[in-house]
Nanobody
Framework: QVQLVETGGGLAQPGGSLRLSCAAS????????MAWYRQAPGKLREPVAT???????TYGDSVKGRFTISRDNAKSTVYLQMNSLKPEDTAVYYC???????WGKGTQVTVAS
């Protein structure tokens, strides 16, 4: 069965960096688009970035220029490099396989001094 497991969350200071990983299993990873979403307290879940199977990447306006999504098909893993973090980036970050709407359980990212 499809499984998505996020790791790498934690506490970071404003201006700092974190890298999230999402290890996928149960499907042919290279054949699927993969995405990161986030949900802050009291807010709707929002898309952060997408890694398309054809190599393209797209980003939400609030993270453009600061976050980078990448993937390693050999490891069935998608990453989210987050730089220049802001307190408003605080949220639970989820990995998603859009085809079939599979979700991981999420990893907490907190940006605070």
């Amino acid at each position: 069965q499809v499984q998505l497991v996020e790791t790498g969350g934690g506490l970071a200071q404003p201006g700092g960096s974190l890298r999230l990983s999402c290890a996928a299993s149960g499907f042919n990873f290279s054949s699927y688009n993969m995405a990161w979403y986030r949900q802050a307290p009291g807010k709707l879940r929002e898309p952060v970035a997408t890694s398309w199977k054809d190599g393209r990447t797209t980003y939400g306006d609030s993270v453009k220029g600061r976050f980078t999504i990448s993937r390693d098909n050999a490891k069935s893993t998608v990453y989210l490099q987050m730089n220049s973090l802001k307190p408003e980036d605080t949220a639970v970050y989820y990995c998603q396989r859009p085809n079939g709407y599979y979700w991981g359980k999420g990893t907490q990212v907190t940006v605070a001094s």
